[in-house]
Structures are given as C-alpha cells and as structure tokens.
C-alpha cells in the first residue's frame, strides 16, 4: 500500500462517511491482480481503492451514467471521482455542456508520473506536459518522480503523415480502418461520447447500416472523429479500448493540432469555456 | 473518342441566398456545367458534416455548400456556425485522404448569379482535375500507393 493509495482511501471514506457524495468512482485490484474501475458505496469499502501506473482508465466516462436526477423528488446522485490530469479536462467538457453540475462532483486529483498498457507507456504519456489537473478538489501528489518527456515534438508522426499525398493517406486510412470490428469500445471509452442514440446505430434517418464493408468503416470513424472536433481532451482512452490497434488517438489529435492552430482553443481549459463549434467570433474568416 | 470525366457534385444552396442566386443565374441566362446536384436547405448552417462524408461515400466527386455573406445570414448567425465547422471539416478530409479540394465553401448573395456561375464552373474544373473519387474497389491501387508511402 502506497501513500497515494493511503491518502485516496482517507479521502474517499471522509466524502461517504460524511454523506458528500453517494458514490466514489475510483480504480481497485480484481481477483486476478488486473486495475478495473470500483464504485465505492459504503466506507468501509474505501479499503479496495488503490493508484498505480497500470491505472489507465478514462473513470470520467463513468459519470455519464450518473449524470441525471433519478426522478422529480430525487436528487442528482452526487459523486466523487478520482481524476488525473487529462481526465480532469473531459470534466471540465461535461460541466461545460451542462452535462454535469459542479456541485454534485468531487475530484479527487492527482498529479501523475504517467500510465503503462501491458509494460508499456501510453501514447499521450509520452507527450504529455500536464502533470497537475486543472481542477481538484482535494489533490495527492504522486509518490513516482514526475519527469515531464523533453521530447516536444509531438506532432513528428503527423507531420509524416501531412507530407504524403492525399492518396496515400486514404490508403493509410483503408487499410487501419479494415480492421475494425465495429465494436463500439472507443465509443463507450471516450468521456466525450454521450449521445442517448449514436448515428452508428441510429434506424431514422439512418445514417449508416451496421455492414462490415469500407465505406461504413471509414463513415463511422471520421463521424466519431469529427463527433469529437473541439471535444477531445486527448485522454487516449479511445486508443487504448480498441481491440484491433486502429491509431485512433492520430485523428484527434491532428483535428486537436489544427484547432489550437486556428482557433487558438484547447480543450477543458475552464469549466466556463463553451464548446468550440457552439460558438463563433464574428471577425473569424473561412479557412481551408 | 474517349469519355471525359464528368465529375458528380453535390451542393448545399442555402434559401434565402444561394438558392435564389442560382436562380437568378437561371433566369438571367447564365450557363454553368451540369455536374450540380443542388439540395436545398434552409440555411448552411443546417449543414450536418455527415452530410458531406454520406456524399463522398455514397459517390459523390466533391461537395459543395454555399451560403450568405458572414452578416447576411437569414438567421443572423448560422453562415458563422458553418465556418467554423467547414474551417475543421476540410482539415479532417484532407487527412484521412480526401483531397481538401472536393469540398467547396462560399458566399453566393441572391443578387451574385453571376459569381453563382462562375464558382460552379470553378470548382467543376477542380474536381475534373482531381479525377474519380478513389475509395471503394481499389484496395490493389491503394496498396500499391501505402508501399510508396512507406518505402
């Protein structure tokens, strides 16, 4: 047990026992030793939350089901999450769409030295700049030494990408988008992704059928892609959902670049901040 | 002789000036190529991003969507939505390999028949010079161009 793991625990049980919220989102250990998300109702099972790399997790997509009021005389269960600092930004999206309120959270953050899949560091660790989260609650600091990666050239595998011609890039695209089954786990991953009725799976109008074929695969991912436009928070958990290895992360975060370049946003900065397509500057010209 | 590529193009004519703008290029005389399918639609700010992917995968050559001047808009502020979504919808296509140049965004007034003509007879050419839409049954022509990429 870890002083992170100890001061998660504390906090949790201080939120139930004090009836601040109903629920703590956090990540514990199943039987076989493997990081899954916990729901944490009583106190005394605080005791099964835990923090380690292997935590790699977006628990913000969680809340997407905890979002509304039960029924009219019911209150919003209220929740506390524990969120590390890309996290913190896809909750920073929902308050801005009113998804969630800020009364009913409780961010439990933490400054964090980087995740693994299987031994291996995720791709938006590698990038990453960001080691506290935006916006807490209560924070734990990492018991880990945080090295933030000097290597800042995070776009060099776009760039690549962006000198091919346009036909390469599409039978680029073919070929990963081939793969996919259309499984829908970077959907229920992504934080961001919430519709009640996904135009995936929409009957009327209907949009795309289910078929296995190309042109579907290709409507769908740039769909969820362009879905995501301005909403991304660059979380990855997309990426790391997808049982084919389909570079989804590649398609976020080239729209993510072109809209810091253009609009000069980022993603869940404040919790004020409107989503970047439901608002415009009228001064702002056409760019292609 | 060898048939000339005649490139299908779907456009988006908002109603209050495009579409009337089409029609005064109607009225007036004015010729324009027939690849242009119009559709419609109140305003381009009512035009989903879904509508242009469903056009290119449903065989469309290149999409077009005309709207009012920034400032005209008929609902004051839609024409503005639609930038934004257009500025980053370009950038998408062009990544996933959709040549930027199959999908067209601008201003036609009811008043500008002439400009009206003259932007479809522009991009007509454009889309000629880009060729077919290659995106279904060519997995041997795509290959053969990620080998090139990757070496």
Not at chain 1, 236 to 257: G, V
Not at chain 2, 23 to 48: E, F, H, K, W
Not at chain 2, 112 to 123: D, P
Request: negative net charge; glycine residues 6%.
């Amino acid at each position: 047990m870890t002083s992170m793991d100890v001061q998660i625990r504390k906090t949790a049980k201080k939120y139930l026992d004090e009836g601040k919220v109903s629920c703590v989102i956090g990540y514990e250990r199943d039987s076989r030793g493997r990081v899954r998300p916990a729901f944490i109702e009583k106190p005394e099972d605080a005791d099964h939350l835990i923090w380690s790399s292997e935590c790699s997790l977006n628990l913000v997509t969680y809340l997407h089901q905890r979002k509304l009021s039960p029924g009219k005389d019911q209150p919003v269960p209220k929740t506390a999450v524990v969120v590390r600092p890309c996290d913190v930004r896809a909750v920073n999206l929902l308050f801005a769409e009113e998804q969630i309120k800020r009364e009913n959270i409780k961010l439990i953050g933490l400054t964090c030295a980087g995740t693994e899949i299987n031994g291996q560091q995720r791709i938006n660790c590698k990038f990453c700049q960001e080691r506290v989260p935006v916006i807490y609650d209560v924070l734990i600091e990492s018991d880990q030494p945080i090295e933030i990666p000097t290597d800042k050239d995070i776009y060099a595998d776009l760039e690549e990408m962006e000198s091919w011609t346009a036909e390469e890039r599409l039978a680029f695209w073919t070929k990963e988008f081939d793969r996919c089954i259309r499984c829908y786990a970077c959907r229920q991953a992504c934080p961001g992704c919430y519709c009640f009725e996904c135009v995936a799976e929409q009957v009327d109008p209907h949009w795309t059928s289910i078929a296995l074929d190309k042109p579907e695969k290709m409507f769908f991912h740039v769909m969820r892609a362009y879905h995501l436009a301005g909403r991304c928070v660059g979380c990855d958990a997309c990426e790391a959902a997808c049982p084919m290895d389909i570079p989804l992360s590649k398609l976020n975060r080239k729209i993510a670049k072109e809209i810091l370049d253009m609009f000069d946003y980022r993603t869940g900065d404040t919790p004020e901040d409107a989503p970047l397509l439901t608002c415009f500057n009228p001064d702002e010209r056409l760019r292609t | 002789m060898a048939k000339q590529f005649e490139p299908k193009i779907v456009s988006f004519l908002c109603n209050w000036c495009s579409y009337a703008g089409a029609d005064l290029a109607g009225t007036s005389r004015i010729t324009y190529p027939q690849n242009i399918r119009i559709i419609r639609v109140p305003c381009s700010g009512r035009v989903d991003p879904l509508f242009v992917v469903k056009a290119f995968l449903d065989g469309a050559d290149g999409v077009m969507i005309l709207g009012c001047h920034p400032g005209d808009c008929h609902y004051q502020q839609g024409n503005y939505y639609a930038q934004r979504r257009y500025s980053i919808m370009h950038k998408l296509l062009d990544f996933t390999g959709i040549e930027s140049g199959r999908l067209f965004v601008d201003w036609v007034s009811a008043s500008e028949g002439k400009k009206f003509a003259e932007v479809v007879t522009k991009f007509t050419e454009q889309v000629k010079e880009l060729g077919p839409m290659v995106l279904n049954g060519n997995e041997k022509f795509l290959e053969e161009k990620l080998q090139e990429a990757v070496a």
